[in-house]
């Protein structure tokens, strides 16, 4: 067989360059991007049309630098959360009995009325109150996973009235126990002029999974398309890291600023965000990094004057599933109605659009997580 000259040769790269496109992943946009810019710029490496985010290559060479922890997972692929911190409490079998979906997360254990490291529900209710745990039991009989979440938007945190890593896991460790899970979802969310220790939080991660297994996520905060997570955000996942804690990073798509689509605003800050990670772990490969991502968003009338609709949800587990994301959520249960069409306000217990009930839960279930 003669042999190609050069020209040949090099039109060949070209056309392989053109064809290929780049694979340089977590650029992060210095502008207010498109949907189409983040894709663009590589942020969270999203799959090709058509693939899986299972598809790595058995030939890829082996990566260096820090990797993400090994560790215990989270199982759960779908979990909206449940407010207990504001009364009514949801009847939340109704939920099951309707859509098939049992799994929820807990919201939120804080500090003790008096500030102390021990742990309630909202400050204020026990956490073996029996109208809880009735409702908890009726979803565990349904075959459900629950997760116990400490933190959220208001009230005293237990990761500051905790004096040390070893009081706080002490501290985690009876609200698992008083549910009867293993699963357990930190959201310390910083905007508000909150002062925690990222060293604390995840020394006392790091003892809860060697001593018991815990299957940990990371709840944070996510600043807007361009910026991704916030500098707190990645400074909790850099200490869970350096400790050792195996995590799903699970990121608040919400409550930032966005002039566009909402779907695109979502999907756009999550993959940016994904790109931060990638950065952040250089010796997984991005199909691990993925896999250990989760999205959350805020149904409805959002704190910031976002809406997200139905079709705007549909989007966004489309595109988790797509990128092989290991998991989506929603804010929050009681919401997933359409009571209230129109508001003006976000409101606890309606999601202020024209939805038909549990339409919500019924898109996130339409997410499967990767093999």
């Given at each position: 067989?003669a042999?190609?000259?050069?020209?040949?040769v090099?039109?060949?790269?070209?056309?392989?360059?053109?064809?290929?496109?780049?694979?340089?992943?977590?650029e992060?946009?210095?502008?207010?991007?498109?949907?189409?810019?983040?894709?663009?710029?590589?942020?969270?490496?999203?799959?090709?049309?058509?693939?899986?985010?299972?598809?790595?290559?058995?030939d890829?060479?082996?990566?260096?630098?820090v990797?993400?922890?090994?560790?215990?997972?989270?199982?759960?692929?779908?979990?909206?959360?449940?407010?207990?911190?504001?009364?009514?409490?949801?009847?939340?079998?109704?939920?099951a009995?309707?859509?098939?979906?049992?799994?929820?997360?807990?919201?939120?254990?804080l500090?003790?009325?008096?500030?102390?490291?021990?742990?309630?529900?909202?400050?204020?209710?026990?956490?073996a109150?029996?109208?809880?745990?009735?409702?908890?039991?009726?979803?565990?009989?349904?075959?459900?996973?629950?997760?116990?979440?400490?933190?959220?938007?208001?009230?005293?945190y237990?990761?500051?009235?905790?004096?040390?890593?070893?009081?706080?896991?002490?501290?985690?460790?009876?609200?698992?126990?008083?549910?009867?899970?293993?699963?357990?979802?930190?959201?310390?969310?910083?905007?508000?002029?909150?002062?925690?220790?990222?060293?604390r939080?995840?020394?006392?991660?790091?003892?809860?999974?060697?001593?018991?297994?815990?299957?940990?996520?990371?709840?944070?905060?996510?600043?807007?398309?361009?910026?991704?997570?916030?500098?707190?955000?990645?400074?909790?996942?850099?200490?869970?890291?350096?400790?050792?804690?195996?995590?799903?990073?699970n990121?608040?798509?919400?409550?930032?600023?966005?002039?566009?689509?909402?779907?695109?605003?979502?999907?756009?800050?999550?993959?940016?965000?994904?790109?931060?990670?990638?950065?952040?772990?250089?010796?997984?490969?991005?199909?691990?990094?993925?896999?250990?991502?989760?999205?959350?968003?805020?149904?409805?009338?959002?704190?910031?004057?976002?809406?997200?609709?139905?079709?705007?949800?549909?989007?966004?587990?489309?595109?988790?599933?797509?990128?092989?994301?290991?998991?989506?959520?929603?804010?929050?249960?009681?919401?997933?109605?359409?009571?209230?069409?129109?508001?003006?306000?976000?409101?606890?217990?309606?999601?202020?659009?024209?939805?038909?009930?549990?339409?919500?839960?019924?898109?996130?279930?339409?997410?499967?997580?990767?093999?």
């Amino acid at each position: 067989m003669a042999r190609p000259s050069l020209r040949a040769v090099l039109l060949a790269a070209l056309v392989a360059v053109l064809v290929t496109g780049p694979v340089v992943t977590g650029e992060t946009p210095t502008r207010e991007p498109s949907l189409a810019d983040v894709v663009q710029a590589g942020g969270g490496s999203p799959v090709r049309a058509g693939g899986t985010s299972s598809e790595a290559s058995v030939d890829a060479p082996r990566r260096t630098g820090v990797a993400a922890p090994e560790g215990p997972l989270p199982t759960v692929g779908v979990a909206p959360y449940v407010d207990l911190t504001t009364p009514p409490l949801p009847t939340m079998t109704d939920m099951a009995d309707a859509t098939g979906q049992a799994d929820v997360v807990l919201a939120f254990i804080l500090a003790g009325s008096d500030g102390s490291c021990a742990p309630t529900w909202g400050g204020t209710t026990r956490l073996a109150d029996p109208a809880v745990m009735a409702r908890i039991a009726g979803l565990k009989a349904r075959g459900g996973t629950m997760t116990v979440s400490s933190g959220g938007a208001l009230g005293d945190y237990l990761e500051k009235a905790c004096p040390d890593a070893r009081s706080l896991a002490h501290a985690y460790g009876v609200a698992l126990d008083a549910v009867g899970t293993d699963h357990l979802d930190v959201d310390v969310e910083t905007d508000r002029g909150r002062e925690v220790s990222s060293r604390r939080i995840a020394e006392a991660l790091a003892l809860l999974q060697r001593e018991r297994g815990t299957r940990v996520t990371l709840t944070v905060q996510v600043e807007g398309v361009s910026e991704g997570m916030s500098p707190d955000a990645l400074d909790l996942v850099r200490e869970a890291t350096e400790a050792g804690v195996a995590a799903r990073v699970n990121l608040m798509v919400m409550n930032f600023a966005y002039e566009g689509a909402w779907a695109d605003a979502m999907t756009g800050a999550a993959r940016t965000a994904v790109g931060q990670l990638e950065r952040l772990w250089p010796g997984s490969d991005p199909v691990d990094v993925r896999r250990r991502t989760g999205v959350t968003f805020m149904l409805g009338r959002n704190d910031m004057d976002m809406t997200t609709t139905p079709e705007d949800a549909a989007s966004l587990v489309e595109d988790a599933r797509g990128n092989g994301y290991g998991g989506v959520g929603f804010w929050a249960l009681a919401r997933d109605n359409g009571s209230c069409p129109g508001t003006e306000d976000e409101a606890d217990d309606c999601s202020g659009v024209e939805q038909a009930p549990w339409a919500f839960t019924r898109i996130a279930r339409g997410f499967t997580a990767p093999t």
